[in-house]
């Protein structure tokens, strides 16, 4: 304890003295004759001794405390009569117990007596009770004098006490003020000795209800009087309270959040640290306080927790919220991955039908597992790889939004980690099992799409730099194409940052795999200066004891976040050694600068807890000035509170401080004071330095200089670190902030209003309400290229609708509203020039009219000169079809409308001369005059000007229909026969069943494609050539191996096992179109394979236990394929890995040719 004066509890009762116009005599032993007699000395009642009084009563405090009672010492004054109130002397009468009186002689007492007399210029009786020993005294003189000389008669001749009191202890430091401004008064006036427990409490704590002990020795009067002084301070501190509720994260959810005010209370919470404020009037506060502690008590009590397995894939269907909503339960899902117990809370009867409902959903769902490592020869790095991309990059989202499946990959943590498998998750509604498959047929093909030569893993970065990474790298990936998933960042347990080359938009063909290397090489590259800095990068650990370590972090963590807070890239670990959890290391990492400074501050921490007794109350005192206090508190002391909760500290202002500097006394952890005294310091310097400028601008400037939604002060607010503030009430701009960015925010602002002012120009021009819609245009087009052109700002001024006129408001410079004025009456002109022609037209050419999507409408109305405006549909109205009406209409300008007109009755005179002519065109050739999406036949009607009318695809007519004029007919008809003629310069006819055996399953074709230059054409037959080539016979039951004993097998069939029959009379054209001599080759060719196939009259089936031989069996471009083929004379059918079975060779041939073309396809898996 600091030792300031201290005594025994003694609890004393003073009644108001009385004043009397006569003044006292000299004697001592006799009382003087007075107008009203002064209580006799003998009497107990005015005179009461020590002890006959009721016990003392026990201290309280706050503003209902009591501190009146009995005491060893009392005093008692007559009643004094009205008349005699002013009297400028008083008589004051007062006891001594024989208890705590001091034994003197009577010369030693007589002396005493005499010296306050003299001394004070009163006039003194006392008197010694023979039977209570009690010693009385009445004193008479100026009130200020009695005062004094009974002060000093009690102390010297009473023993000295002392006195003890709890007072509570946030309450300490104003009680003593700063530097002692409040407790040294009061000991000076008293004469006592104060001490005052220190606060050993936590000071980042709500200790509202800790206490610490006062001590107060000297007099018995001076004992009582400093005791009363310091209640009275402690009373004016604890009137208002504010209390803290802790809210456990059990009952949370079922709590409503409070948002209560009056004048003497507030209620507030659960706020993000799930506490409930309560503030207000001290009593008030704790009635309210154990009212909702009681009621938090009771929920906790009724509420229950009931635990349930479920898998864990199912664990998203279980909807929280809506269980929430409709039973008040919690639900509360398992924080480790694997775990898969779910617990709901909340009342018993309420638990049950919140798990019936979370079954039910559970139950409507079908999940299915794509295990992706299987994928690019089971290389599990690269499928985590994909499984973190597909999520990152949101391609599972979009999966599931487009397949209507939700498609889950494992966590980002469990990715990080090396596994046997890589599991993705589809879940669809067990009503529709084909959006699963759906979603896993597109998850494939993107997994698929991505080769592990495409991915890079960067496993050099240290987990301190990995926020540094996305801007390293931003620049190199976007130009590259690469992305880059940080999965160091999105695990938390990983240092892998994965690089993946992605087809760049202008990439017309896959690229080269030196081409991907290049592009992951450079965006690596761009991590070299994160390298650099890691070369500086050290690491330390420190052996302190696990129960010291709590000095190093301090209250809930406040010193270990003050030491990072000026290193981000620094990293300290309590309780490890960086790779396990150790009780007794710290490990900390960081630059070597860093390092060794964080090291040095770990010491200095230690040292303190060691040496400072009361580490937790040390104590600070700074001064800063009283010009910055009220930023320093902030509104409603917001600021001065999250002070304390960033440092965990208490800090007390000086309250109405005198002078330019106020004290703040900062009290906690001892390096957390220090923290926040340099904290206040900087800050304060800097506020100091914050000016405040005015400037004047007028109102009808002020939107311009505000900006769009306030655009522009927000955009100098944030480039000058200022505030800028509009008055309400006159033309004042009001900038504060630091001197420098407000001097340069009022240039930017007086630039702007300059400008503002020359070109604030404004002109009213008035113009028809008809005209307003072509001013303004489509979607505002026409004025604001108005306004764009001159540079003015353009506003059509509301008004009645029905009105004959409109007020435009011009705003700019002279020149800009001079040429707005111009173009505007221009608009004007052509809109009161306007007109409005009928035109009678056979609703049949209706359609030539308006053309395929109003082309030839468009066509019309932009060749007469009119635009696409909001009068465009009016140019040329057409009847809507199965209308009555014959008429089109057409208004606009004159000039316009005229043409418009023309240009119709020129269409109607062109078809109303127009005929019809039918002609043949081979069902097949029809495709060749319509092109791809109707391209050629739109190109044929434009050219010529006719319609060309031709049969669906389903319907078996050959005829062609062309209208028009009868030359534009003639030109088109050429046109389509040119288009039509027949290409090839010969055809052979292959048997139906030899087809695919000469096709080879198309490959025949691309072949004579590239040796010859030659193109093979099948007319009508085209789809039926192409299922033949493309069929691939499915091979028996018995042609099948057993993969346990043999890896290949070889079945002979003694019949064609071809799905097409033999049938001499039914053939597929081949069209040959090409050079003669070509053609000729091919001919002759194809007619040899012909004869060659006829006589293969055996098919075989060879089956393989491993598909993955046939790359052996086809070699570079088939060559190992072909050669078996031309030396066993056999054909040979390779299946495709889509094929239903993809195990199965297919031969055909005579039955030594297979048994040969088996002995070369062995030979050559063997090799």
């Not at 604890?238 to 802790?246: P, Q, R, V």
């Amino acid at each position: 304890m600091s030792e300031i004066n201290s005594s025994e509890e003694i609890v004393n009762s003073i009644d108001v003295p009385v004043s009397t116009e006569n003044v006292g005599t000299d004697s001592i032993e006799e009382y003087p004759t007075v107008q009203i007699p002064p209580p006799s000395i003998n009497d107990e009642n005015a005179f009461p001794a020590l002890g006959s009084g009721t016990s003392p009563t026990p201290i309280s405090w706050g503003p209902s405390s009591n501190t009146q009672s009995s005491a060893p010492v009392s005093r008692k004054q007559s009643p004094t009569p009205a008349g005699i109130a002013r009297s400028k002397t008083i008589q004051e009468a007062f006891n001594i117990s024989n208890l705590v009186s001091l034994n003197v002689s009577k010369v030693e007492f007589a002396k005493i007596v005499n010296e306050v007399k003299k001394k004070h210029n009163v006039s003194v009786e006392s008197t010694l009770s023979s039977i209570t020993k009690n010693r009385s005294f009445i004193v008479n003189g100026n009130p200020v004098n009695v005062s004094k000389a009974r002060k000093e008669l009690i102390r010297q001749l009473t023993k000295p006490v002392n006195t003890k009191f709890k007072i509570p202890a946030k309450t300490r430091s104003a009680v003593i003020g700063s530097s002692g401004k409040n407790l040294r008064p009061i000991i000076d006036s008293t004469s006592t000795r104060i001490d005052i427990e220190r606060n050993t409490f936590d000071s980042s704590e709500d200790n509202e209800d800790e206490q610490i002990e006062v001590t107060i020795e000297g007099d018995i009067d001076g004992v009582e009087e400093a005791k009363q002084k310091i209640l009275a301070i402690v009373d004016e501190e604890t009137k208002n309270l504010t209390a803290k509720i802790n809210v456990t994260d059990r009952l949370l959810p079922f709590i409503q959040p409070f948002d209560f005010k009056s004048e003497t209370l507030s209620i507030a919470g659960p706020n993000k640290n799930r506490v409930i404020t309560i503030s207000g009037l001290r009593d008030e506060v704790l009635v309210k306080k154990a009212e909702i502690s009681n009621q938090l008590e009771t929920l906790d009590i009724k509420t229950k927790t009931e635990s349930k397995t479920i898998p864990t894939r199912l664990h998203q269907f279980i909807y929280a919220d809506e269980l929430l909503k409709q039973f008040n339960v919690v639900v509360g899902y398992p924080t480790v991955d694997d775990d898969a117990t779910i617990t709901f809370t909340g009342l018993p009867e309420n638990i049950n039908n919140a798990i019936q409902s979370a079954r039910t959903s559970t139950s409507k769902v079908f999940v299915d597992t794509l295990d992706i490592s299987k994928a690019h020869g089971g290389n599990l790095n690269h499928a985590r790889a994909l499984a973190a991309y597909f999520q990152h990059s949101g391609i599972l989202s979009n999966i599931s939004s487009e397949k209507n499946a939700k498609v889950n990959a494992p966590s980002y943590e469990k990715l990080a980690v090396e596994s046997s498998t890589v599991p993705i998750e589809i879940v669809a509604s067990t009503d529709n099992k084909d959006a699963s498959k759906n979603a896993r047929a597109e998850l494939i093909n993107q997994v698929n799409k991505i080769s592990p030569s495409r991915v890079l893993f960067i496993t050099d970065i240290n987990a301190i730099f990995k926020n540094q990474v996305n801007k390293a790298v931003e620049s190199a990936s976007k130009s590259e194409n690469v992305y880059v998933l940080p999965l160091n960042t999105l695990s938390n347990t990983s240092n892998e940052i994965i690089l993946i080359s992605l087809d760049k938009d202008d990439d017309e063909f896959t690229p080269s795999q030196e081409e991907i290397d290049n592009r992951l090489a450079k965006v690596n590259a761009s991590l070299d200066s994160i390298r650099e800095q890691q070369a500086d990068l050290k690491s330390l650990v420190l052996d302190v004891a696990s129960e010291k370590q709590q000095f190093i972090e301090g209250p809930k963590g406040t010193t270990l976040k003050a030491i990072l807070a000026e290193r981000p890239t620094s990293i300290i670990k309590l309780h490890s050694d960086e790779l396990t959890t150790n009780d007794d290391k710290i490990f900390i990492q960081g630059s070597k600068s860093d390092v060794s400074q964080i090291e040095k501050e770990i010491h200095s921490l230690l040292k303190d807890a060691e040496n400072v007794k009361d580490i937790y109350s040390f104590e600070s005192e700074l001064k800063v000035p009283t010009n910055v206090l009220s930023r320093l508190i902030g509104k409603n002391g917001a600021n001065l509170n999250q002070l304390r909760e960033q440092f965990g500290v208490e800090v007390d202002v000086e309250k109405n401080p005198e002078g330019e500097k106020a004290s703040l006394k900062i009290t906690g952890y001892k390096f957390n004071v220090k923290e926040a005294e340099t904290y206040i310091a900087q800050s304060s310097k800097r506020w100091a330095d914050e000016i405040s400028k005015t400037i004047i601008v007028p109102s009808k400037y002020r939107s311009s200089l505000i900006g769009s939604n306030g655009q522009y002060v927000k955009r100098l607010q944030t480039k000058y670190n200022v505030r800028i503030q509009f008055s309400q009430s006159n033309d004042d701009v009001t900038i504060r902030g630091p001197s420098r960015g407000v001097t340069k925010a009022e240039e930017e602002l007086k630039e702007l209003l300059d400008y503002e002012i020359e070109n604030g120009y404004t002109k009213e021009i008035t113009i028809p309400s008809k005209a307003i819609s072509r001013v303004i245009g489509k979607s505002g087009d026409s004025i604001n290229r108005i306004a764009a052109d001159t540079g003015i700002d353009i506003k059509v001024q509301s008004t009645d609708k029905e009105a004959e006129t409109r007020i435009i408001l011009l705003t700019g410079s002279r020149k800009g509203l001079t040429d707005a004025e111009k173009q505007i009456k221009a608009i004007v002109k052509e809109v009161e020039d306007a007109i409005t022609i009928e035109l009678e037209v056979d609703p049949k050419y209706f359609r030539d009219i308006l053309g395929p999507r109003g082309s030839t409408k468009q066509q019309i109305i932009e060749k007469a000169g009119g635009s696409e405006d909001k009068d465009y549909r009016r140019l040329l109205q057409i009847p809507e079809q199965g209308s009555e009406s014959k008429h089109i209409v057409s208004s606009g300008p004159k000039k316009i409308v005229e043409s418009i007109i023309e240009q119709v009755k020129s269409i109607v005179k062109e078809k109303e001369a127009s005929v019809s002519e039918k002609f043949d065109v081979a069902k097949d050739k029809h495709r060749l005059i319509i092109g791809p999406s109707g391209s050629v036949r739109r190109e044929i009607e434009d050219q010529f000007k006719v319609r060309l009318y031709i049969p669906n695809a389903d319907d078996k007519s050959v005829l062609i229909n062309l209208i028009g004029l009868p030359e534009n007919i003639a030109k088109a008809k050429a046109r389509i026969e040119e288009l039509t003629a027949d290409k090839w310069k010969e055809i052979v006819e292959v048997p139906t069943y030899l087809h695919s055996a000469v096709s080879e399953r198309g490959a025949f074709p691309r072949k004579i494609r590239n040796d010859f230059n030659v193109e093979v054409e099948h007319g009508d037959l085209t789809n039926k050539a192409i299922k033949i080539s493309s069929s691939f016979p499915a091979p028996p039951a018995e042609a099948l191996g057993n993969p346990e004993e043999e890896s290949i097998k070889l079945t002979i069939l003694e019949q064609d096992a071809s799905s097409v029959k033999k049938d001499e009379n039914e053939t597929i054209p081949w069209r040959l179109i090409g050079e003669d001599d070509d053609v000729a080759k091919v001919s002759k060719l194809i007619k040899s394979l012909i004869t060659k196939f006829d006589k293969d009259d055996t098919s075989a089936f060879l089956w393989v236990k491993d598909p993955s031989v046939f790359g052996k069996i086809v070699g570079p471009q088939g060559s190992r394929l072909n050669n078996i083929r031309n030396k066993s004379g056999s054909q040979i059918y390779i299946p495709r890995n889509n094929d239903k079975v993809n195990n199965v060779i297919f031969l055909k041939g005579t039955k030594d040719s297979l048994e040969k073309a088996e002995k070369l396809i062995r030979a050559e898996i063997e090799k």
